[in-house]
């Protein structure tokens, strides 16, 4: 039940963050794949990260199918990095890892956008660096949004397991 619950909250978090007209690069969309990779199974946190892609694009009519390989991929990654929080979430690491997938998705993305055929940018080695040292100010958005992001769904969904247990246990029965 669990698992279906927190599956739902990641779906909502993703599908409502792409739908919301935001400031580009400014979004929560890598700290909820994190999340997902933390908390839920596997298989839960894949199928949940996908299917919010998938369903959000679907709305949004999104067409530009080359870049989004991309993006779904990156936003795969890090949900499978995040596997690596489970039973560990600490303060610590999840800046490292929120830090980890911000440089993650910044790197595959940018790639993504050189390498394809119809990028703006010759595919040579100076026009990968090129477009890479174009994408930099985007990336500052990004991390700064991870950090934050990842500091309010984890530090909200950690509170509340707190608050949780407290309630549960035997501070109550006096």
């Given at each position: 039940m669990k698992q279906?619950?927190?599956s739902f909250l990641v779906v909502a978090l993703i599908v409502g963050q792409r739908l919301v007209p935001h400031e580009p690069n400014i979004s929560a969309v890598l700290a909820v794949s994190l999340f997902a990779g933390a908390y839920l199974s596997e298989k839960w946190?894949?199928?949940?990260?996908?299917?919010?892609?998938?369903l959000s694009d679907a709305i949004l009519k999104n067409e530009r199918f080359g870049i989004m390989a991309f993006v779904y991929g990156a936003l795969l990654?890090?949900?499978i990095m995040g596997f690596a929080l489970k039973g560990k979430v600490r303060v610590g690491n999840v800046i490292g890892l929120s830090?980890?997938?911000?440089i993650a998705f910044f790197l595959?993305?940018?790639?993504?956008?050189?390498?394809?055929?119809?990028s703006f940018y010759p595919h040579t080695r100076a026009g990968l660096i090129e477009c890479f040292?174009?994408?930099?100010?985007?990336?500052?958005?990004?991390?700064a949004s991870t950090l934050v992001s990842s500091a309010v769904l984890f530090g909200l969904y950690e509170a509340s397991r707190f608050v949780l247990r407290?309630?549960?246990?035997?501070?109550?029965?006096?």
């Amino acid at each position: 039940m669990k698992q279906i619950f927190l599956s739902f909250l990641v779906v909502a978090l993703i599908v409502g963050q792409r739908l919301v007209p935001h400031e580009p690069n400014i979004s929560a969309v890598l700290a909820v794949s994190l999340f997902a990779g933390a908390y839920l199974s596997e298989k839960w946190a894949t199928m949940s990260v996908f299917g919010a892609l998938v369903l959000s694009d679907a709305i949004l009519k999104n067409e530009r199918f080359g870049i989004m390989a991309f993006v779904y991929g990156a936003l795969l990654l890090i949900a499978i990095m995040g596997f690596a929080l489970k039973g560990k979430v600490r303060v610590g690491n999840v800046i490292g890892l929120s830090i980890v997938s911000a440089i993650a998705f910044f790197l595959i993305t940018n790639f993504g956008v050189w390498v394809l055929p119809d990028s703006f940018y010759p595919h040579t080695r100076a026009g990968l660096i090129e477009c890479f040292a174009a994408a930099v100010p985007f990336f500052w958005r990004t991390l700064a949004s991870t950090l934050v992001s990842s500091a309010v769904l984890f530090g909200l969904y950690e509170a509340s397991r707190f608050v949780l247990r407290f309630f549960k246990s035997d501070y109550l029965a006096a």
